[in-house]
């Protein structure tokens, strides 16, 4: 079967609305209901978060959720119980995004082919450097039909991102910013220099932008420049356990597509 | 050249620079550069005139009378507790804010447990007028507090980290987020021969003034450049590595790295890495770490906030897995009978960090004519408060 994520890029140019939350939060059982619900109200792929105990490319709220998801009993090997039959009702792509370190302890070769069993795309290993994913794991990966999506930041040079754009199979994950100013510019022409500069290079890969995407405003403002963009802590701060999880995440989503 | 890092940042299956993009531009930077840069005349005129008249070096190599003949054995302490701000971490922070003005950085953040790297961060600071930001566990903030006013009456911003056990894991990774939120003007001095690579073997070449010492101090004071042991506490390991990288390739040299046993390496309550841990990546580098099956890291725990740490030098790795090097650890209370004895052996309070070493002389058997060296690596100084309460004085 073609993976998901290229069937989706294919079908879809523009606006590819993107989640990420942190499975086993805000409660242990929810990473399902979550996915479902996601789907149902029009979202076009899915991160699932699988939590580390040492998020250092994370947050405070990422690294609030996955704290808890942790105390929850959270684990990689429970997330797959979880995600054992998630084909039989969701059918948009699906990435796993987590640290290294718990996929190296589950084992690479399991780790690929569980995914590939359960029907995951691709996966996020912020981590995981390209060096090291091209001489070790890429043929796993091929192997189990799983895209590695690879990041670029305002800072990667051209010559890198050439190299990342050769490597990369799914699409680009488009860091928005890294909290840094150029030279005596304001964060948003700084981010405007880097969304063209890089809408220019005429990559082959889709891209799509995220950090920092957090309302319709940033949201759309994203996809000017990209193929979609994605939201994560926003979200994650949306579920409150005390909500009910349908209604939270359909008024999420509503608000982030609503074009006012 | 058995034991030194390959072109790719490995230590045999151990290092590596496992950095998420964000950190690629700045590590790239580094690693293409600080070879070129620390062997430049210019650098180590500045760095070695740095090292003699504000760091203090050399440290005396100082034979102790008492302990060996408490111990029937010859020991030496290598005096890293008499530089300027009382430790070996000094060392490595004149090198890096050498390096960092010619990367043209103008902005500095470090992490700290004692709080004795970030006093040594915060001091070089000042000496060059930079702007600095201290990470530190918020546990740690109370438990090492006069080193955090130090920090403060120096300039430095103290930033206490409240995540996870608020010690000095916590306060890496902190450092770690600052440093990808600000990648063009700002350097991240890292205190000791962990993270990503280059960092572990610029550190240990920024430390290994140590060993380069000791030779020279052991052919004046013994007629051999060679001891038969030299013995050193491991936290991260800049000290150990500092004091045994010029005997690496001497295989006669027996090296003794001593971790934090905490309460017992059969107990929950550990930092003893090599003892308890097995392979994994943390903070950028392929290491021995403490965690669970599920590759989930687990909160150390030592009396000692400098040795509080889960990980361990990729160097002190490949140092344990190919048996150059023996790793020992001592228990809280071992350290402070240590710290005891040589208090009124030879009226040296040393820090609770170098007593683990101290504590290994109890452990290990010594010949009389054997020559011990103990890497004294820092003063107790900031410790008394523990050690009041402890012995009750
Ligand atoms: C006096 C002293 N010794 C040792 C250490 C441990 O660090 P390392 O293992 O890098 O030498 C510390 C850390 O704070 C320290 O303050």
Redesign the pocket.
Known sequence: MKNRINQLFEKKKKNIFSVYFTAGFPNLNDTVKIIQQLEKNGVDLIEIGIPFSDPTADGPTIQKSSEIALKNGMSLNLLFEQLKEIRQSVSIPLVLMGYFNPVYQFGVNNFCKRCNEIGIDGTILPDLPLDEFEAEYKSTFEENNLHNILLITPQTSEERIRQIDEASTGFIYMVSSSGTTGAGKKVEDFQKDYFERIKNMNLKNPSVIGFGISDNATFANACKYANGAIIGSAFVSSLKSEFKLEDSISEFVKKILSSD | MKYQVNEKGYYGEFGGAWIPEMMYTNIDELKRRYLEIIESDDFRNEFNQLLKDYVGRPSPLYFARRLSEHYGSKIYLKREDLNHTG???LNNTIGQILLAQKLGKTRIIAET??G??GVATATVCALKGIKCVVYMGALDVSRQAPNVKKMKMLGAEVIPVYSGNKTLKDATNEAMRDWIANPVDTHYII???VGPHPYPDMVARFQSVISAEMKKQLLEQTGSELPTRVLA????????AGAFYHFLDEEKVELIGVEAAGKGIHTTETAATLTVGSPGVLHSSKTMLMQNDDGQITEPYSISA??DYPGIGPLHAHLHKTGRAKFLAATDEEVLQSVLLLTQKEGIIP?L??AHALAALEKIEMKPDDVNVVNL??SGNKDMETYLNYFGY
């Not at chain 2, 506490?233 to 150990?240: D, E, F, I, L, R």
């Open positions: 430790s070996h971490k447990g004692a004795q790297h205190g000791s021969v506490c491991v936290g991260g390991g800049s000290n150990a400098g040795l820090a960090e170098s690596s820092g």
